[in-house]
């Protein structure tokens, strides 16, 4: 199968082509984290995603399109199994008790999820599962003076997110009902204290 216009497709993205094996399409790479990047919130417009490697099929990529245009405002970086290696194992994490979990992980699943919570802490920003989409742009679930945002869920449905930005007094009173926090869509300010307590109650549990 061969694709008329995968740069029409893909206009959004700085690398483009297409396998010559498969209908697949490798996607943007922004590896490189964007530390001089200038935002008026606490938590930086930059959204960190993670897949086991930069090769999509068409139809997924039409949605990372969708999700980049919809959100131009942000900086995405897309990170591969590679990618996730090598952070885990240099800076801040090099050789580290969480570092040491994440090596001995058996599935990409649990990969992404330590490497998730460490990104957040250490860089800050937005982490969104890829194979999720929000309705409305990133912008609209935080407020600029919010330290965080927690995402709930009915699991049933990204249509039906809802986000809060809240003191510790409104988590406690505000918990949406039928809903559990998402861990698909999580957004944080650099160093905050719930994915440092996230990352140390790994640390005491494992093994699981």
């Not at 029409?8 to 700085?14: G, V």
């Not at 194992?89 to 998730?116: C, H, M, P, Q």
């Not at 999720?132 to 449905?157: A, D, G, I, T, V």
Request: charge should be positive; glycine fraction near 2%; charged fraction near 20%.
């Amino acid at each position: 199968m061969q694709l008329k216009h995968p740069k029409r497709l893909l206009s959004s993205f700085k690398k483009k082509y297409l396998s010559s094996r498969n209908p697949l399409v490798t996607v943007a790479t922004f590896t490189d984290y964007l530390s001089d990047f200038q935002s008026s919130s606490l938590i930086p417009r930059i959204c960190h995603q993670t897949w086991e490697e930069k090769i999509f099929r068409l139809r997924f990529a039409h949605g990372l399109e969708r999700f980049h245009n919809l959100n131009k405002d942000f900086n995405f970086i897309l990170y591969d199994s590679s990618d996730r290696s090598d952070y885990m194992n240099s800076g801040i994490w090099r050789n580290t008790e969480i570092s040491k979990i994440y090596n001995r992980s058996n599935f990409g699943v649990l990969d992404a999820d330590i490497f998730s919570y460490c990104i957040l802490y250490e860089r800050g920003g937005f982490y969104i599962d890829l194979a999720r989409e929000l309705p409305k742009p990133l912008k609209n679930y935080f407020q600029l003076s919010s330290p965080f945002s927690l995402f709930f869920s009915n699991h049933q449905s990204t249509m039906d997110l809802v986000s809060i930005q809240p003191n510790s007094l409104q988590v406690r009173n505000n918990l949406p009902i039928g809903r559990s926090v998402s861990h698909s869509f999580m957004a944080y300010k650099k160093e905050h204290p719930i994915m440092l307590s996230t990352i140390e109650n790994i640390c005491e549990m494992f093994p699981f």
